[in-house]
């Protein structure tokens, strides 16, 4: 289903009963909401789930960048506005778990609980200049050029040479990215900081991460900063946890969510 909002089309799905409590599920760079495929059959039983694609991935309108998390949270508030969506939980990993933080720091009204998965605090000067060598790569030789030093990055060595199926749908979705999408997000993770807002979050807040996910170390800052979080580590995991560990990343949400 598209919904026109902010002034793009933006891809959504919808699934679980109505009158159960929201659900948001937010992508990463160069994936789709099918990332979530795990967490809807997990949790659809008990919530009313709404993926939709970021700006410029999956079928969601790629607008000419650069991008920013100003934009992206607006995107992101203007589509609640347009399904009527008054209040949700909300869960993003990587580029979507920064999204899920910076809505904390400026919308709280709009969100009960906060999931923030596999992110990082703030770009640095060195990341900011890896996301220019990748933006000059795509901009020469198209996404394909980043397929496997994406998967690479992503994903632990073990579990590569593995070759479970799920790494050729991740493949398919950095593939299928249109590199304007890429791009535009590609800038906006280039130069962005949520720590002044950290310690003013007052909502539930979960984190997780895989342990052997580059975040490691930010997302423990971010828990020492965000009075009453919780973080849970996945032993193993890279980057894409909830792709890699399905299981462990859909029950930590239940048991977050179903907490009193």
Known sequence: MRINANGISINTQIDGPEGAPWLVFSNSLMTDLSMWDDQVAELQQSYRILRYDQRGHGGTQATEGPYSFDLLVADVVALLDALSIKRAHFAGLSMGGMTALFLAQRHPQRF?????????????????????????????DGMEALVEPTIGRWFPPDFVAAKPPVLDKVRRMIRSTPIAGFTGCAQALSDYDVRPGLAGIDRRTLLIVGTKDATLAGIRQIKEAVRGSTLVELEGAGHISNVEQPAAFSGAIRDFLSRA
Do not use: K, Y
């Open 112 to 140: 009960d609980r906060i999931i923030a998965c596999d992110c990082g605090p703030a770009s640095t000067p060195a990341s900011a200049q890896q996301w220019q060598e990748r933006i000059e790569i795509a901009a020469r």
